[in-house]
């Protein structure tokens, strides 16, 4: 299903709010009367995190926040409860040589985290998860939700890199040998998300170039270079050309289910 994020709206008779609360999954559509009565019922909330940088010359600079972005639209649905304002720019400086990309400083992001948790655990959300699109985040989000979460105890805190919940029969999460910065599975989902800021004709294939030793670990790959352009002059880390709407919908969901199942065992066994 495809959204536009000004405004997300369903049927009523579809709709999980039905008693009439809002028929928005956006807490941003809710009034204060709204998000009291939503309180009442469910605590969990969504709160998606990304990055606007570059993802090659055939993808948009908001591709990592298209995906968590719909991702926790199709999660809230299915529990019932609604999704923050995504969390945006993010730490992008890896990017930078690209034109558009904008970035936040780690302890930056960090502290946006952490404000968004305590503004959110204040009104009684418990627990917060934070569905990330952009792997600059991982570090940084790692940090924020422990720090959050040992302030806001006993408000549980959580971060998921939404990637890290794609099947293995479906190609599994981002790997080296696929490449894994607007690659075939980026192409794909956004094909399917937004297929109308995809411009396909200038995709192509770059592959990331390395030792043997060193493809043993993205991270250590990553860590490597000072930016994305010592090792790639398109932006692509893969094959792109082989992007398709239907591979990209089959990730989106089978992804957000994984995330609606790991969501339901914290609440049926709280991690602490």
Do not use: C
């Not at 028929?23 to 809710?30: D, P, R, V």
């Not at 009442?40 to 298209?66: A, W, Y």
């Not at 075939?184 to 937004?194: A, C, D, F, I, V």
């Amino acid at each position: 299903m495809i959204h536009d994020e000004a405004s997300i709206t369903f049927n009523r008779k579809e709709n999980f709010l039905s008693s009439g609360l809002t028929e928005s999954l956006l807490l941003e559509e809710m009034t204060w009367f709204d998000v009291q009565n939503l309180l009442k019922r469910i605590k969990v909330i969504i709160v998606p995190t990304g990055s606007i940088e570059q993802h090659g010359p055939h993808l948009p600079l908001n591709t990592d926040v298209v995906a968590p972005y719909e991702v926790s639209l199709i999660v809230a649905k299915k529990i019932g409860t609604v999704v923050a304002p995504p969390l945006r720019p993010g730490v992008s400086a890896h990017h930078l040589p690209f034109p558009g990309t904008i970035t936040l400083k780690a302890q930056t992001f960090i502290e946006l985290m952490k404000d968004y948790s305590r503004s959110l655990a204040f009104h009684g959300f418990d627990p917060i998860v934070f569905i990330n699109g952009h792997g600059g985040n991982s570090s940084a989000m790692s940090i924020a939700t422990s720090e959050a979460r040992n302030e806001l105890s006993p408000t549980k805190i959580i971060g998921f890199n939404w990637w890290d919940f794609l099947p293995k029969e479906l190609g599994g999460a981002l790997s080296f040998q696929d490449g894994f910065h607007a690659n075939q599975q980026e192409t794909s989902w956004m094909l399917h998300l937004r297929p109308q800021h995809v411009n396909m004709e200038r995709a192509k294939r770059e592959m990331p170039v390395a030792a043997e030793s060193v493809k043993l670990s993205e991270s250590f790959y990553i860590s490597s270079f000072r930016t994305f352009k010592d090792v790639t002059q398109s932006g692509i880390l893969g094959d792109a050309t082989k992007g398709s709407a239907e591979q990209g919908e089959k990730l989106i969901e089978a992804a957000a289910e994984n995330i609606v199942k790991a969501i339901q065992e914290i609440l049926k066994n709280p991690p602490y």
